[in-house]
């Protein structure tokens, strides 16, 4: 028995109004569902948690269905031959945003959306669909539909374990996965005494309880009572919200462990990838007899894929479970750039997972497992547990594959152990593999410019721009891929060069800024035990135990005098600084005071003028003394760009940009008055 595709198109347009993208010509927009039925007992679905409990339909097979989003050229022949695919974020489309430096949408149609025309200039065949099959359609997001998993006509249980963090005053009630777009596994039982919430005030604190009188399972609604001039609100039982009398409170991490009921077969996400992409590669018709809208008229060479955080960690997860072999054995992407992944993978293939909750930060969902051995892209030997792996280990179908992140994941996503072992020690890698660590950027970084904001956090957040940096490796990665050109050695901090250290020597480094608090250490990575039976994506014990702490060695990039990364992929801003910029932010008091914020940065910008820096006692120099005036600045930033123009880390169709924004003091990022 086969796996079976079958592409049900519903909208067939054009896009962006017929415009001409250079010598590709017009591009046409396809939307509509793959329709899948797999074997759930085939060696290709091998490994799929709860695969054996899916619904079957008459021939045996489990049936799923995913939403796809295709831009092609309109002549295919005048197109590059090849497939650009977006692992979306939670639903949501990032790649035109961050390859065409584009307006947001998960709706594409206009020349807006179409940004400078980057992948489409380029002739690529653009493509997106859903793998998460636990979000809520809304906001045009791509979403998944997948079988509920059940044991002989009954509904399988087990513990889930969820946190609220109110960033305000004013919440009541919360969504039971703790994100409004986020499906929700129902309690088997509203009796509060059955279930435990509590709170703390930071990560490792003891938890307190919060009595079961004191919460429900119930949600508020409001709406209009006996006419529309009067509004009311009501609250409603539910299996699927919780509801706390007094409301939550800013500055406490709430945690509800409840039984569930019903778990979804979420790790169909990495099939519904495999085939679909497959299918767009290798197939002419599919199983309904529907021609392959990416070869009709021309062949597929290549497929490369991008995906950032969440979808940095999925493609991580997709590798290492060996799901880039399609049903066939046949090599699906060829080249693969996860982006801001850290060191974790997709805590995705097991019972009752919630895909939208975030990687384990050191604030916020710490106990969540998506950073867990193997880190690194080569074998390695964990010392803690003794299992030796590597996420990269099948060479007839690992794609070559580009590692980008930022200073953000050394500080929060345990990013240094993508390139040393265990214990912090330098790792060769392995020649399919190119690491590029961004200096002095964070998890996030808009395209688009936009003035810096603040929020919950101590400093605005991180402004420096590198989006220019993903075109120039993809066509890096179109010629390794292509012809075997290889690409700008890896760059990336190191312990042998002494630009990745431990904590207590970066805190000596960075610069006694007056009033700037410092983090107290890189997010920790203790080794969790979920229970006896993790290893087959089953987690019985909810929140897990912790086996020691500093388990592993998590190390952090070297900084210069200015507190900006030595080591590693230095953007102009960062060659160039207007400020010192930070992979991490700290929380303002009342929200969590001095942990650090998700994945979010600093800047902290230098004083314009010598008087300035004078008045503030600040030992860094000010931006007159750097440069003297704009001139003397846009010649700095010009010449970082060139070199990095010349080592092939920046096209010379974006040096003309980059210089603007120069001459502009890079406004609105930032705020230069001399």
């Known amino acids: 028995m086969t796996n079976r595709i079958e592409l049900r198109i519903t909208d067939h347009s054009t896009f962006a109004g017929g415009h001409v993208f250079g010598d590709t010509g017009s591009y046409e927009r396809l939307r509509g569902r793959a329709h899948y039925a797999v074997d759930p007992k085939a060696a290709a679905q091998t490994g799929i948690v709860d695969l054996e409990f899916a619904p079957v339909n008459k021939d045996g097979l489990v049936e799923f269905a995913a939403d796809v989003l295709i831009l092609k050229p309109a002549d295919l022949t005048k197109g590059n031959k090849r497939i650009f695919y977006d692992f979306g974020n939670r639903g949501n489309m990032r790649a035109l945003q961050f390859f065409n430096d584009a307006v947001h949408s998960n709706n594409p149609k206009t020349m807006e959306h179409a940004g400078n025309g980057f992948l489409f200039r380029r002739g690529y065949t653009f493509v997106w669909s859903a793998w998460q099959g636990d979000i809520y359609r809304g906001d045009d997001r791509a979403t998944l539909d997948v079988p509920v998993a059940s044991e002989n006509g009954k509904s399988i249980t087990g513990p889930v374990r969820v946190e609220f963090r109110p960033g305000r005053d004013g919440i009541y009630s919360y969504p039971l996965s703790g994100w409004t777009a986020t499906q929700c596994y129902s309690t088997i039982s509203r009796d509060t005494s059955k279930a435990t919430l509590t709170k703390r005030r930071y990560t490792e604190d003891d938890r307190i309880p919060i009595n079961p009188s004191a919460w429900e399972f119930a949600r508020v609604a409001g709406g209009a009572g006996l006419d529309d001039s009067v509004q009311e609100s009501a609250i409603i039982p539910s299996d699927t919200h919780i509801y706390?009398?007094?409301?939550?409170?800013?500055?406490?991490?709430?945690?509800?462990?409840?039984?569930?009921?019903?778990?979804?077969?979420?790790?169909?996400?990495?099939?519904?990838?495999?085939?679909?992409?497959?299918?767009?590669?290798?197939?002419?018709?599919?199983?309904?007899?529907?021609?392959?809208?990416?070869?009709?008229?021309?062949?597929?060479?290549?497929?490369?894929?991008?995906?950032?955080?969440?979808?940095?960690?999925?493609?991580?997860?997709?590798?290492?479970?060996?799901?880039?072999?399609?049903?066939?054995?046949?090599?699906?992407?060829?080249?693969?750039?996860?982006?801001?992944?850290?060191?974790?993978?997709?805590?995705?293939?097991?019972?009752?997972?919630?895909?939208?909750?975030?990687?384990?930060?050191?604030?916020?969902?710490?106990?969540?497992?998506?950073?867990?051995?193997?880190?690194?892209?080569?074998?390695?030997?964990?010392?803690?547990?003794?299992?030796?792996?590597?996420?990269?280990?099948?060479?007839?179908?690992?794609?070559?594959?580009?590692?980008?992140?930022?200073?953000?994941?050394?500080?929060?996503?345990?990013?240094?152990?993508?390139?040393?072992?265990?214990?912090?020690?330098?790792?060769?890698?392995?020649?399919?593999?190119?690491?590029?660590?961004?200096?002095?950027?964070?998890?996030?970084?808009?395209?688009?410019?936009?003035?810096?904001?603040?929020?919950?956090?101590?400093?605005?957040?991180?402004?420096?721009?590198?989006?220019?940096?993903?075109?120039?490796?993809?066509?890096?990665?179109?010629?390794?891929?292509?012809?075997?050109?290889?690409?700008?050695?890896?760059?990336?901090?190191?312990?042998?060069?002494?630009?990745?250290?431990?904590?207590?020597?970066?805190?000596?480094?960075?610069?006694?800024i007056p009033g700037q608090q410092i983090p107290w250490g890189p997010n920790e990575l203790p080794l969790y035990d979920f229970g006896p039976r993790q290893d087959d994506g089953i987690f019985d014990k909810q929140p897990p135990d912790v086996a020691g702490k500093d388990t592993y060695t998590i190390l952090v990039p070297a900084v210069d005098h200015d507190g900006n990364e030595a080591g590693g992929l230095r953007a102009p801003m960062v060659e160039a600084p207007l400020g010192t910029y930070c992979g991490w932010n700290l929380r303002d008091r009342g929200f969590g005071f001095g942990a650090m914020f998700e994945f979010t940065g600093s800047t902290i910008p230098f004083a314009s003028t010598p008087q300035e820096r004078q008045a503030t006692n600040d030992p860094r120099k000010s931006v007159q003394e750097r440069y003297k005036d704009n001139d003397g600045f846009v010649k700095a930033v010009m010449t970082s760009a060139n070199k990095l123009c010349k080592d092939g880390f920046i096209l010379e169709e974006d040096l003309e940009g980059i210089e603007a924004e120069a001459k502009a003091w890079f406004a609105p990022r930032h705020d230069v008055n001399l």
């Not at 709430?254 to 679909?276: F, H, M, Q, S």
């Not at 597929?300 to 894929?305: D, F, I, L, T």
């Open 244 to 512: 706390l009398h007094d409301g939550f409170k800013p500055g406490w991490i709430y945690e509800l462990v409840y039984t569930a009921k019903d778990p979804k077969v979420l790790g169909l996400g990495y099939i519904a990838v495999r085939d679909l992409i497959s299918f767009l590669k290798y197939a002419d018709k599919d199983d309904a007899g529907a021609k392959n809208p990416a070869r009709d008229g021309a062949p597929v060479e290549n497929v490369y894929a991008w995906g950032r955080s969440q979808t940095g960690r999925v493609i991580r997860d997709y590798l290492h479970s060996g799901f880039n072999a399609d049903a066939e054995g046949r090599k699906v992407f060829d080249g693969i750039m996860p982006h801001v992944s850290g060191g974790g993978m997709m805590w995705m293939n097991h019972r009752f997972a919630n895909l939208n909750g975030t990687a384990g930060q050191q604030y916020e969902d710490h106990f969540n497992i998506a950073d867990r051995f193997p880190f690194a892209y080569t074998e390695t030997t964990d010392h803690v547990t003794g299992k030796t792996d590597a996420i990269l280990k099948r060479p007839d179908t690992d794609p070559l594959l580009m590692h980008t992140q930022t200073a953000t994941e050394y500080w929060q996503r345990h990013g240094s152990l993508v390139h040393t072992d265990s214990q912090g020690n330098d790792l060769d890698q392995p020649d399919t593999v190119r690491i590029y660590a961004m200096a002095s950027t964070q998890h996030f970084s808009s395209p688009i410019a936009g003035k810096p904001t603040k929020g919950i956090m101590q400093n605005v957040n991180n402004v420096v721009n590198t989006s220019m940096f993903f075109r120039a490796l993809l066509n890096a990665m179109d010629a390794w891929v292509t012809d075997g050109t290889q690409p700008p050695e890896s760059r990336y901090p190191t312990r042998a060069e002494g630009t990745l250290i431990l904590y207590d020597e970066w805190r000596k480094q960075f610069p006694a």
